[in-house]
């Protein structure tokens, strides 16, 4: 699998939106623990493209150290784009696009020890986009009619909204590559709502990682446990 990690030492969110942390920390801690986090399901057939938003050297090599599998870097560089670090991803996805699998993966994302191995899993009976979380904001916020396949391991639902971090395989990605570069550039994540509507997105439940903002944690998984438990 292909992982696209957007990373940045930037404390604010790209919503503006408040992280759910249970201590006082940086976001270079924040970015350590969820990327030792995702460490744990890697295998030495993945290949991480850290999508690197002018980090420090020694984070840098650092990262490097404490991989588990392939790491390139890719420099997002200096233009008049706002959102320049998603259309480097994209860009680096579609210079990949052959390649069976691909993860864009936010360095906000906390995973559980197996999360990949789930995804991979899913993927090869899975043919559209999924989302690793599974946002609360769906049981909230205009709910609508979902369904409920039964997986391997674990059931997953519909989903009709995502933000950034999303797996496919090769023909999904090569079916909306275009449209959402165009879109990168506002940062429009509700782009994903379009294209739910043209093709079906799942989710696992319970996910497999949460993203770390106030009132977007993934329920029924103690995350609190797994932060402490991950030293850096």
Request: glycine content about 4%; charged content about 20%.
């Amino acid at each position: 699998m292909n992982i696209y990690y957007l990373a940045s030492v930037k404390e604010n969110t790209i919503s503006g939106t408040k992280r759910h942390l249970w201590e006082k920390t940086n976001k270079e801690t924040v970015l350590k623990k969820c990327w030792i986090s995702l460490q744990q399901s890697i295998s030495e057939d993945d290949r991480i493209f850290i999508i690197d938003s002018s980090l420090p050297s020694e984070l840098l090599n650092w990262m490097y150290d404490t991989s588990q599998g392939l790491v390139t870097q890719i420099q997002v560089p200096k233009t008049k784009e706002s959102y320049q670090f998603l259309l480097t991803a994209l860009d680096t996805l579609e210079e990949n696009i052959n390649d069976k699998n691909h993860f864009i993966v936010e360095d906000d994302y906390l995973f559980v020890y197996d999360a990949l191995p789930v995804i991979k899993e899913c993927l090869q009976h899975w043919h559209s986009f999924g989302s690793p979380d599974d946002n609360p904001q769906k049981y909230l916020d205009n709910i609508q009619e979902s369904f409920v396949y039964v997986g391997n391991d674990r059931h997953w639902r519909s989903i009709n909204a995502s933000g950034w971090s999303v797996f496919g395989n090769s023909m999904v990605w090569k079916n909306f590559i275009n449209l959402l570069k165009e879109n990168a550039k506002t940062n429009n994540y509700e782009i994903f709502n379009n294209i739910f509507r043209q093709t079906p997105s799942i989710c696992p439940l319970p996910g497999v990682a949460t993203h770390l903002k106030e009132g977007h944690m993934t329920p029924l998984i103690n995350w609190a446990e797994i932060w402490k438990e991950i030293r850096v």
